[in-house]
């Protein structure tokens, strides 16, 4: 199964989903799987733009395409995965937020990019996808204090709800919003402890394994 955002489904031409360890690619992109770019996700801030199919992108934890039938996607096992559509259907985007990508401010970065470009955040829609939960991502005090320093404008008690416990797909929240997106949807299932459905999970062991969170336009699907 895929977990799916109400919203992005709203949008006519868009087909997306949240990859699970029983069907780690959205079965919706298969058909379009091959002209997928390639890319290296290494926690870092690039932002590559796809403009064919099988495009190298190199290492990157962002994409952003308006070519339909090109799937983009990102790889997880607790980090956050991030979808955006624009409202019309003409133009989409992938993330990949873990604790560095979020705290180095990569989804900052991409729209500060796209509104160079002249997008408006208000007419996009976004989806969080399921990640490690703050029922499970325990962190260092000091991980925390350097996020309560590089986030001064969030409210801790949003995403630090108990003690040394991170929820990062809550800090998305807080950070999409003061961004100006117009909608966002939140898929809050732990990939850590969910058990229906299952995920992969990094730090419940698996190291080799993850799900993919796969976005595309389709207008023909
Ligand atoms: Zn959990």
């Known amino acids: 199964m895929i977990l799916r955002s109400p919203l992005l489904d709203q949008i006519k031409t868009i ?14 992109t298969l058909k379009h799987w091959a002209d997928r ?5 290494i926690h870092g801030t690039e ?11 190199g290492s990157v934890d962002a994409l952003v395409t308006q070519i339909p039938q090109l799937p ?13 559509a624009h ?49 499970c991502y325990e962190v260092s005090p000091e991980l925390i204090e350097n996020f309560k320093s590089k986030f001064p404008e969030v409210d801790p008690a949003r995403w630090n709800p108990r003690e040394r416990m991170l929820d990062l797909g809550s800090l ?14 939140s898929i809050s299932a732990c990939t850590r402890c969910s058990e229906k459905p299952t995920f992969y999970s990094y730090r419940r062991g698996d ?15």
Request: net charge neutral.
């Open 72 to 84: 983009i996607a990102v790889v997880t096992a607790d980090c956050v995965p991030l979808l955006f």
């Open 87 to 135: 409202r019309s259907g003409r133009s989409i985007a992938a993330v990949h937020a873990g604790w560095r990508g979020t705290i180095a401010r990569l989804t900052e970065k991409l729209w500060d990019l796209l509104i160079q470009e002249g997008e408006h955040p208000r007419e996009w829609v976004a989806a969080i996808g399921p990640s490690i939960g703050p029922c």
């Open 47 to 57: 932002i590559s733009r796809v403009h064919q199919s099988g495009q190298n992108c």
């Open 207 to 221: 190291r080799e394994s993850r799900q993919y969170s796969a976005i595309i336009i389709d207008p023909e699907f």
């Open 37 to 41: 770019p390639i890319w290296k996700q």
């Open 15 to 28: 087909r997306h989903g949240f990859g699970t360890q029983s069907e780690p690619i959205p079965g919706v």
């Open 172 to 185: 998305h929240r807080e950070i999409l919003g003061k961004i100006g997106l117009g909608s966002i949807d």
